[in-house]
């Protein structure tokens, strides 16, 4: 176990760049004590800390073709894009079986950043039981617009990339002096405004804090890029990116272009390999 943060971003279906790094990870026996996942980096951290190889991989590309996965007819059927029983009960359940038991004996902490809908803040919820906690992953992966809200004992919750896209303040915040940051843009990439900010107005107008974070997203984003940036001037955090520009989209069916991102990710792991043990100093 190594003492440093993980900050893991998410992406959509880019998230398979990270699915690369990871099981690069889990081959070199790689793990964290803190993990931070938003959105599809969430997701991917539950196959890494239960350390099964290629699952998340296999997750992303395997069920392009089956609706239930990700189609307009589940958006329509269910209000979800991505579906919600078919990603976090029929395939970890059923399908591509989920190791519960090895990830609760992992000492690694896990945190899913969702955002209060009500607030439009942050919130970091521990994750202990995968089986028990699962629907803060959930929670964390819902897009504005394209999923439900997710209700959860009192609260809704939605996308965690709305309110802290990259949470390395975070992560330094709680005391990690070293911090690996997986991105899934390449160095060039900022976040312009996002034009659907009319529409979002009309469909959460009871929810002004939300709907105030998602217009604001775009200036957290880019000034959380600026921090890495400074960041890294000082040796004070590590990244793993990709080299060139992503032509891959939130919601890629090409199975091609996603094999290719992911060996994108596990060969910009192995790269920086050497380079990454001796900034953790081991």
Known sequence: MIKAGLVVEGGGMRGVYTAGVLDFFIEKDLFFENNYGVSAGACNLCSYLSKQYERAFRINVDYLNDKRYCSIKSLIKTGDLFGAEMLYDI???????????????????FYSVVTNINTGKPEYIKIDDLKQDIIYVRASSSLPLLARNVKIKDNEYLDGGISDSIPIKKSILDGN????????????????????????KLKYKKYPNLVNSMANRYMVYNETLDFIKELKKSQDVFVIRPRKHVEVGRTEKNREKLEALY????????????????????
């Open 177 to 200: 002096k070293k911090n690996i940051v997986i991105l899934t843009r390449d160095k060039t990439y900022r976040k312009s405004k996002n034009p659907l900010i009319p529409i979002m």
């Open 91 to 109: 395939i970890p359940n059923q399908l591509d079986l989920y190791d519960y038991d090895t990830y609760n004996k992992n000492e690694s902490n």
């Open 263 to 282: 060996r994108d990710g596990y060969n910009d792991a192995k790269d920086s390999y050497e380079e990454l043990l001796r900034y953790l100093e081991i």
